[in-house]
């Protein structure tokens, strides 16, 4: 049976809507809600359009997984990006987060790599990599090249 010209040309621009609202939904910005630490999925709440939205868990792309593995859990209330290769949430990831408000970023130098920042700890390299900083609250080691610099209330040393 063929299609007469008014059908292909309904059939066509369904399509181009299709295409249209995948691409439009293909990347999205939303908040974590929910986290399941030990499955490496999150919940998180997408805003626009008519209302906001839950989604159901989507797994998050961590730094390495070979060899190498970290574990970055995310964090309620941390805005993330999500890509889905086909605009379906059924098929998303979680590629990053963003900094916001409520999660501001850990540094404003702009020679200064904050490597993590977990509430008052810190790890970050400076200088152009010639200084390395471990804090900790009030404690602090810096290492140099030449040299490793202490600070503490207390020192053990055994």
Same mark, same amino acid.
């Given at each position: 049976?063929?299609?007469?010209?008014?059908?292909? %040309? /309904?059939? !066509?621009?369904?399509?181009?809507? #299709?295409?249209?609202r995948?691409?439009?939904?293909?990347?999205?910005?939303?908040?974590?809600?929910?986290v399941?630490?030990?499955? &490496?999925?999150?919940?998180v709440k !997408?805003?626009?359009?008519?209302?906001?939205?839950? $989604? =159901?868990?989507?797994?998050?792309?961590?730094?390495?997984?070979g060899?190498?593995?970290t574990?970055?859990? !995310?964090?309620?209330?941390?805005?993330?990006?999500?890509?889905?290769e @086909? &605009?379906?949430?059924?098929?998303?990831?979680?590629?990053?987060? !963003?900094?916001?408000?409520?999660?501001?970023?850990?540094?404003?130098?702009?020679?200064?790599?904050?490597?993590?920042?977990? =509430?008052?700890?810190?790890? @970050?390299?400076?200088?152009?990599?010639?200084e390395? #900083?471990?804090?900790v609250? $009030? $404690?602090s080691? $810096?290492?140099? =090249? /030449?040299?490793a610099?202490?600070?503490a209330?207390? %020192? /053990?040393?055994?």
């Amino acid at each position: 049976m063929s299609m007469s010209l008014e059908q292909i %040309i /309904d059939a !066509l621009q369904y399509r181009i809507a #299709e295409l249209e609202r995948r691409a439009a939904a293909s990347i999205r910005i939303g908040v974590v809600r929910e986290v399941d630490a030990s499955r &490496g999925l999150a919940r998180v709440k !997408l805003s626009g359009g008519a209302a906001a939205f839950l $989604t =159901g868990p989507i797994p998050w792309v961590e730094q390495s997984a070979g060899a190498n593995r970290t574990h970055i859990p !995310l964090s309620v209330g941390q805005q993330v990006v999500i890509v889905s290769e @086909t &605009g379906d949430l059924h098929d998303a990831v979680i590629i990053g987060s !963003l900094n916001s408000a409520a999660n501001a970023r850990p540094s404003q130098a702009p020679d200064a790599y904050v490597i993590a920042s977990v =509430g008052p700890a810190s790890v @970050t390299v400076k200088d152009g990599g010639n200084e390395m #900083e471990f804090r900790v609250g $009030t $404690t602090s080691l $810096t290492l140099r =090249g /030449d040299h490793a610099h202490l600070v503490a209330d207390r %020192i /053990d040393l055994n």
